[in-house]
C-alpha cells in the first residue's frame, strides 16, 4: 500500500489482500503463488518498459485512494450509524 502511495507499481503474488489492491495491469502486476519464473519475468517487465512501470504506477497511485484514512473512517462512520439507527 505504501508503494501505490507512491505511485510504485506492485509485482505480487495473487493471494487474499493482494488482489484487493491490484488487479492485473491496473496498478501492477499479480503472479501465481510460487511461480518463481512468472515473478522474475513480471519483475523484468517492469524494468524493461519504462512507460508500462510509469503508468501502472499512476494506476496504483490512483487506486490506493480509496483505502485512505478518511474514507475508511467515513466508511466505518456510516457503517455504525446505520447499526446505531436500526
Same mark, same amino acid.
Given at each position: 500500500?505504501?508503494?501505490?502511495?507512491?505511485?510504485?507499481?506492485?509485482?505480487?503474488?495473487?493471494?487474499?489482500?493482494?488482489?484487493?489492491?491490484?488487479?492485473?495491469?491496473?496498478?501492477?502486476?499479480?503472479?501465481?503463488?510460487?511461480?518463481?519464473?512468472?515473478? @522474475?519475468? &513480471?519483475?523484468?517487465?517492469?524494468? *524493461?518498459? $519504462?512507460?508500462?512501470?510509469?503508468?501502472?504506477? #499512476? /494506476? @496504483?497511485? &490512483?487506486?490506493?485512494?480509496?483505502? *485512505?484514512? $478518511?474514507?475508511?473512517?467515513?466508511?466505518?462512520? #456510516? /457503517?455504525?450509524?446505520?447499526?446505531?439507527?436500526?
Amino acid at each position: 500500500m505504501e508503494a501505490m502511495c507512491a505511485g510504485l507499481p506492485c509485482v505480487l503474488s495473487s493471494i487474499r489482500g493482494h488482489i484487493d489492491l491490484i488487479e492485473q495491469e491496473k496498478g501492477g502486476l499479480l503472479c501465481k503463488i510460487n511461480k518463481v519464473e512468472e515473478f @522474475a519475468n &513480471s519483475l523484468q517487465r517492469m524494468v *524493461d518498459n $519504462s512507460d508500462f512501470r510509469k503508468m501502472q504506477g #499512476k /494506476i @496504483a497511485q &490512483s487506486r490506493i485512494q480509496k483505502f *485512505d484514512k $478518511s474514507v475508511v473512517i467515513r466508511q466505518l462512520r #456510516k /457503517i455504525f450509524d446505520d447499526i446505531l439507527i436500526n
